[in-house]
Antibody, heavy 115, light 110 residues
Framework: EVQLVESGGGLVQPGGSLRLSCTAS????????MHWVRQAPGKGLVWVSR????????DYADSVKGRFTISRDNSKNTLYLQMNAVTDEDTAVYYCARELASGYWGQGTLVTVSS | QSVVTQPPSASGTPGQRVTISCSGSSSNIGSNSVFWYHQLPGTAPKLLIY???QRPSGVPDRFSGSKSGTSASLAISGLRSEDEADYYCASWDDSLSGVVFGGGTKLTVL
């Protein structure tokens, strides 16, 4: 059974940093693109970032470019999102997802940016 | 404002057929696959349609997707109360080098 489990969310102050993790199981992690998608409270889905299966290529939404870094450790079946210089606009539930056609998403982890 | 546009709301009565539109451009829907998700409050999105019109296993054939040019549609026939949810379309955008989601459509079953 495919499972994606996010962790690392919590309360962070504006300007602070946080690292999210997504642990994958039930499939060959190293063979698949992975995405981060977020959803602010009461708002719609917004794509954040994508990383190729071997980590050689990454893409970012303009709103996070230069502040967030996506990475992966295929030996640990884990996807990461390093979030730096966060603002209150980064407050959201963050989901990790396998490539869009797969339909596999995690349950999400809540990041709250507040002083 | 989303690059891909959906109506904010839609409604129908049980048994009815409803459609939800998704309008984009040549850099996204016009040249890449469209995906449709639905989402119940407090839960992760669930994939309904991939590659414009393909249903994952387990998705009822009441749900169908279509695409023409730079627009796509999701049709739900035989509407049921459990279909009440938020629906999102998505596509890759070649100009942005990223995924674009529509703003979402809240479907109400009257």
């Amino acid at each position: 059974e495919v499972q994606l489990v996010e962790s690392g969310g919590g309360l962070v102050q504006p300007g602070g940093s946080l690292r999210l993790s997504c642990t994958a199981s039930g499939f060959t992690f190293r063979s698949h693109y992975m995405h981060w998608v977020r959803q602010a409270p009461g708002k719609g889905l917004v794509w954040v970032s994508r990383i190729e299966s071997d980590g050689s290529r990454t893409d970012y939404a303009d709103s996070v470019k230069g502040r967030f870094t996506i990475s992966r450790d295929n030996s640990k079946n884990t996807l990461y999102l390093q979030m730096n210089a966060v603002t209150d606009e980064d407050t959201a539930v963050y989901y990790c997802a396998r490539e869009l056609a797969s339909g596999y998403w995690g349950q999400g982890t809540l990041v709250t940016v507040s002083s | 404002q989303s690059v891909v546009t959906q109506p904010p709301s839609a409604s129908g009565t049980p048994g009815q057929r409803v459609t939800i539109s998704c309008s984009g451009s040549s850099s996204n829907i016009g040249s890449n696959s469209v995906f449709w998700y639905h989402q119940l409050p407090g839960t992760a999105p669930k994939l309904l349609i991939y590659n414009d019109n393909q249903r994952p296993s387990g998705v009822p054939d009441r749900f169908s997707g279509s695409k023409s040019g730079t627009s796509a549609s999701l049709a739900i026939s035989g509407l049921r109360s459990e279909d009440e949810a938020d629906y999102y379309c998505a596509s890759w955008d070649d100009s942005l080098s990223g995924v674009v989601f529509g703003g979402g459509t809240k479907l109400t079953v009257l």
